[in-house]
């Protein structure tokens, strides 16, 4: 067991029992009370209610971003942050998806390398040239794998410009 005891999870603190008990009964003529000082005009209630009806979006799509000839993925998203097109967050979050790609793309890879190993293993010990205890570990160098993931990640890539 993990942990020091507290409360379990998903359980509510006392202050929200103690508030929603308050609210019993009341958030209808309290909600009727909020819409009613929007519409005459009171700025904090008009927020209040629009925060509910029309939340401010958070991102937004991102149209024609496309690399230049000869520009990296990285590249083009530098250029767009630098010549205003893109936010640096939005461009920290485009940097982000990109790597989560191509870690996708190289587990994907390790995975049918391990994948192939363990048939090959297969093969080898039904046909009885292999003894006890062999571990699996990834087929040739660091480079060798780099390359066989390369071309999963650059798909990842391109699909996600889609």
């Known amino acids: 067991?993990?942990?020091?005891?507290?409360?379990?999870?998903?359980s509510k603190n006392?202050?929200?029992v103690a508030i929603e008990a308050m609210f019993e009964g009341e958030a209808e003529q309290i909600g009727r009370r909020c819409i009613a000082l929007a519409k005459a005009?009171?700025?904090?209630?008009l927020k209040l209610v629009m925060d509910r009806i029309a939340?401010?979006?958070k991102g937004r799509p991102l149209h024609g971003l496309a690399?230049?000839?000869n520009e990296s993925s990285m590249d083009a998203l530098?250029?767009?942050v630098l010549e205003g097109e893109l936010t640096p967050e939005e461009g920290k979050?485009?940097?982000g998806m990109i790597e989560s790609a191509a870690r996708i793309a190289a587990t994907k890879v390790l995975a049918e390398q391990r994948q192939e190993q363990i048939e090959a293993l297969k093969r080898a010990g039904a046909s009885g040239a292999l003894g006890g205890g062999v571990m699996v570990v990834p087929i040739g160098t660091m480079n060798e794998w780099e390359e066989a993931a390369s071309p999963a990640q650059h798909l990842l890539k391109a699909q996600a410009k889609e």
């Open 67 to 69: 690399r230049r000839s």
């Open 55 to 57: 939340p401010v979006r």
């Open 14 to 16: 006392k202050a929200t």
């Open 41 to 45: 005009g009171d700025p904090t209630a």
């Open 93 to 95: 979050d485009v940097v």
């Open 78 to 80: 530098l250029r767009a």
């Open 1 to 10: 067991m993990k942990g020091g005891g507290g409360r379990p999870k998903g």
